[in-house]
Structure formats: structure tokens, C-alpha cells
């Protein structure tokens, strides 16, 4: 039995209640504030990325907000940089290392940081002072 009888009697409201939370969903997508639109992960790196000197002395994306639980891990597009927590050279020690890592290589930031709700800056340390400003942030949302 086939219940197909065609409920002609308030067409126009399901479709409201449809376009609502879509419209809704596409304001969210689009509004993220330059957030983290990572694409799916190819080299078997599972959660978020961060590159590291993908166009000269920068991180991509400079913010990188994820959901508590999400792995995030730091890929060098090129050589010659290195990846510390914390602001304007001064070390936090939560994550990273004061070593100039190559191309291809990568650092996945612990757990502990990732599971914990909080905004976690960091640098590079080669290019950190004299106004280079290679620096970005991490923010783990609840
Ligand atoms: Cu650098």
C-alpha cells in the first residue's frame, strides 16, 4: 500500500518551514570569518590542517577555529619554518618546537590542546620578530 494521496490541503507551509534553516545554514557557511574551509584530507591526516609557508612567511589559514576533539595538524608547504604556541616570540610551551622543520614534514598539535576549549596563538620563530608577524591562532570551540 502506496499512502501517495496528495495532501492538497497546505502546500505552501512545509516549504517555508524547509527554506528557513537552509538559508540559515548557507548564512553560517558563508559568514566564518575567514575560517578554516580545509579541504578534505589527502595524505592520511585526519581532522584540520594549518600550512605552514604556503606563500611566503605565513600560516593558511592564519585562524583556524575547529570543534573540541578535532585533530589539527601543521603541514610545511616550505622550509625553513617553525611552529610554537604562543605571542610575539615568547613561548607558552602547549604546543609546537623551536626547530626549523622542511617541506613536508608536519606537527600534529596534542590532544590536550585540541579537546580543550580556548584560543591558542602561535609563530614562527625565524620570522616572529622585527615585524615579520608570521603568527596565526587556533580557537577550539566548546
Ligand atoms: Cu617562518
Redesign the pocket.
Known amino acids: 500500500m502506496i499512502p501517495n494521496h496528495a495532501p492538497q490541503g497546505r502546500p505552501r507551509l512545509p516549504l517555508n518551514l524547509l527554506a528557513a534553516p537552509v538559508l540559515l545554514a548557507l548564512l553560517l557557511a558563508c559568514g566564518g570569518g575567514g575560517g578554516g574551509s580545509a579541504p578534505p584530507s589527502g595524505g592520511g591526516i585526519t581532522g584540520q590542517t594549518i600550512n605552514?609557508?604556503a606563500a611566503g612567511?605565513f600560516f593558511s589559514p592564519e585562524t583556524l577555529t575547529v570543534k573540541a576533539g578535532t585533530p589539527v595538524t601543521f603541514v610545511w608547504i616550505t622550509g625553513?619554518?617553525?611552529v610554537s604556541s604562543g605571542t610575539a616570540c615568547n613561548p607558552s610551551g602547549l604546543f609546537g618546537n623551536s626547530t626549523v622543520l622542511t617541506q613536508g614534514q608536519t606537527m600534529q598539535v596534542p590532544a590536550s590542546v585540541t579537546n580543550t576549549p580556548g584560543s591558542y596563538p602561535f609563530y614562527?620563530?625565524?620570522?616572529?620578530a622585527g615585524g615579520?608577524g608570521?603568527k596565526g591562532t587556533l580557537i577550539v570551540t566548546p
Not at 614562527?124 to 616572529?128: A, D, K, M, Q, V
Open positions: 605552514v609557508g612567511n625553513g619554518h617553525s614562527c620563530t625565524p620570522h616572529c615579520a608570521m
